[in-house]
């Protein structure tokens, strides 16, 4: 059970301590797609859903996210978030929306799942923003990219890891 951090040699669940970590500079990015018609691309990219931008509702959403994931998944350290940043990159040949986020922060523990919240809260709204128009959007490939700092380094997913 040891090779697991969040049990104890019982098998009970617990909290990591990072007490005695040092503080290092700690970088994550993620990505996901959201796949939609081509209507629904349409609207988003071309800011006419109904209820309102939806690309920066989603960013909003994501950015936050990001802040309170702590509040989400059960073993997360609160974390004092020093950048955040969700970006959108629109793919028509796909009718997609390309989402990534990257997160930082100068702490104890790193901000993986931080920058995952981000993207999958992101994508939520904006199939939230516009299951009016499409209930068949996929949320796909939610994945870590990169990740720096900390005891187990830099890791960077190779381009063959992706689907």
């Known amino acids: ?3 697991f951090t969040h049990l104890d040699e019982k098998g009970n669940v617990r909290m990591v301590d990072v007490t005695v970590k040092p503080e ?3 970088r994550a990015v993620a ?5 939609m018609s081509r209507k629904t691309f349409e609207i988003i990219t071309h800011g006419q859903a109904k209820k309102g931008n939806v690309l920066e509702t989603a960013r909003i959403a994501g950015i936050m996210a990001a ?4 509040d989400l998944i059960p073993m997360c350290h609160p974390l004092a978030i020093t950048h955040a940043v969700i970006n959108f990159f629109p793919d028509e040949t796909r009718s997609a929306i390309h989402i990534q986020a990257e997160v930082r922060v100068k702490s104890q523990t790193g901000v993986e799942m931080e ?5 999958s809260v992101a994508a939520l ?5 516009c299951k009016s128009y499409d209930k068949a959007m996929m949320i796909n490939d939610v994945c870590l990219m990169e990740k720096s700092g ?3 380094g830099h890791y960077k997913r190779d381009i063959y890891e992706t689907t």
């Open 1 to 3: 059970m040891s090779e």
């Open 125 to 129: 709204t904006l199939y939230d923003m």
């Open 115 to 119: 920058a995952l919240t981000a993207v």
């Open 67 to 70: 802040k309170k994931t702590w």
């Open 24 to 26: 290092t500079d700690r």
């Open 150 to 152: 900390g005891k187990s």
């Open 31 to 35: 990505k996901g797609t959201v796949l």
